[in-house]
């Protein structure tokens, strides 16, 4: 069955990094994109990038670039997200989701969420 | 970018109400427009993709429709399980917006 298993939660000081990782399963990892997407408390849902696992190709949203980094790990089928410079406001549940490479039919599945505190 | 605007923000509607939730897209993205539920503490789970499909698993009572610019979320009978925030994001481009969300509560 499909699976997408997020690292567990981080607390991170402003100014930090952190480098979320979603482990993949069941499925044929080259042939669906990951994006990651992230939510702060009580608000909506705000995409955040994509990498295409099958040749590392990536694209991020215009305000996070230069900040976020999306690599992908064939051999242990895990994508990963970093992100630099963290601020206060950027506390958030981080979650990974896949997108068929073949039919844009949205995110069928989705990692179960990673909570990242920034606080000093 | 492509704007998302959802309407209304919130709604309160009773157990067997019928349900619609419209968004709208900024510019034309064709038919590439999804809709996800989510609960608290969950993660989004997809009811529809490509405007209309139903995603395997989702009860008959979701259907999506529209195309362009226009599209609509609709719950024929309001179920005790549907209560949760809904969302539209279109996959015509990167980024992939999403709406800001539609808060369905227990009248």
């Known amino acids: 069955q499909v699976q997408l298993v997020q690292s567990g939660a981080e607390v991170k000081k402003p100014g930090a990094s952190v480098k979320v990782s979603c482990k993949a399963s069941?499925?044929?990892?080259?042939?669906?994109?990951m994006h990651w997407v992230r939510q702060a408390p009580g608000q909506g849902l705000e995409w955040m990038g994509i990498?295409?696992?099958?040749?590392?190709?990536?694209s991020y949203a215009q305000k996070l670039q230069g900040r976020v980094t999306m690599t992908r790990d064939t051999s242990t089928t895990t994508v990963y997200m970093e992100l630099s410079s963290l601020r206060s406001d950027e506390t958030a549940v981080y979650y990974c989701?896949?997108?068929?490479?073949?039919?844009?039919?949205?995110?069928?599945?989705w990692g179960q969420g990673t909570l990242v505190t920034v606080s000093s | 970018d492509i704007q998302m605007t959802q309407s209304p923000s919130s709604l309160s509607a009773s157990v067997g109400d019928r349900v619609t939730i419209t968004c709208r897209a900024s510019?034309?993205?064709?038919?590439?427009l999804n809709w996800y539920q989510q609960k608290p503490g969950k993660a989004p789970k997809l009811l529809i993709y490509?405007?209309?499909s139903l995603q395997s698993g989702v009860p008959s009572r979701f259907s999506g429709s529209g195309s362009g610019t226009d599209f609509t979320l609709t719950i024929s009978s309001l179920q005790p399980e549907d209560f949760a925030t809904y969302y539209c994001?279109?996959?015509?481009?990167?980024?992939?917006?999403f709406g800001q969300g539609t808060k369905v509560e227990i009248k």
């Open positions: 490509v405007a209309s």
């Open positions: 990498i295409n696992p099958s040749d590392g190709s990536t």
């Open positions: 069941g499925y044929t990892f080259t042939t669906y994109y």
């Open positions: 510019q034309s993205i064709s038919r590439y």
């Open positions: 994001q279109q996959s015509y481009t990167t980024p992939r917006t």
């Open positions: 989701g896949r997108e068929s490479t073949t039919s844009l039919r949205g995110f069928d599945y």
